[in-house]
Structure formats: structure tokens, C-alpha cells
């Protein structure tokens, strides 16, 4: 019996791969521009500063897309939780901070 092929999807691409390959196409696509105000935003309230990258808003945009392809019906609130990071608090433990 012959051997089928089998198309390939997102999640046999590795995530690195994938959200470089699709961040470099919406880069070099019209349909999606850059906000003016994308140099001045930080991507959470734990981050002390903006990201340093100049196509960062690209980048985000891949990941948000491929999470939202591999779970169907992810909200704003989970999303919030998954880009969240440890907020510094110096010398006491650290607290999770939302996005």
C-alpha cells in the first residue's frame, strides 16, 4: 500500500520557524501597518521598557496569531496571562503581572 501524504500544519512547523516565516511575511504585506504609537508602547506592566526590536509589533502579532490557531477560542484574558511576566518587586518575591 502506498505511503499517503499528509499536508502540513502549524504544529509540525516549529514555533521559532513559523512565527519568524509569518512575522516577515506581515512585515512585507499591505494589509497590516505599523501603529505610530508602536515605539512608545511597552508589552506589559511588568516591563520596565519598550522592546528594542523594530519589528517587534510583527513578531507579537505572528505568535498572537499562532496561538490563536492552535486554540480555537482563546480570549483576551489568556492571552493577557501567557505574555504576562514576573513583575520585580527588588527584595520581596515576585508576583505574576498580566499583560
Not at 9 to 32: G, M, Q, T, W
Not at 46 to 75: F, H, T
Request: overall charge positive.
Amino acid at each position: 500500500m502506498a505511503e499517503e501524504t499528509r499536508g502540513i500544519c502549524v504544529r509540525d512547523v516549529p514555533a521559532k520557524a513559523f512565527i519568524a516565516a509569518y512575522a516577515e511575511h506581515l512585515k512585507n504585506s499591505d494589509k497590516f501597518e505599523l501603529p505610530v504609537w508602536a515605539d512608545l508602547v511597552k508589552t506589559s506592566v511588568a516591563n520596565e521598557l519598550a522592546p528594542y526590536g523594530d519589528d517587534w509589533y510583527y513578531i507579537r502579532a505572528a505568535s498572537i496569531a499562532r496561538k490563536v490557531y492552535l486554540r480555537p477560542g482563546v480570549g483576551v484574558g489568556q492571552l493577557r496571562k501567557w505574555y504576562g511576566g514576573d513583575d520585580k518587586r527588588g527584595t520581596r518575591t515576585g508576583h505574576l503581572r498580566k499583560a
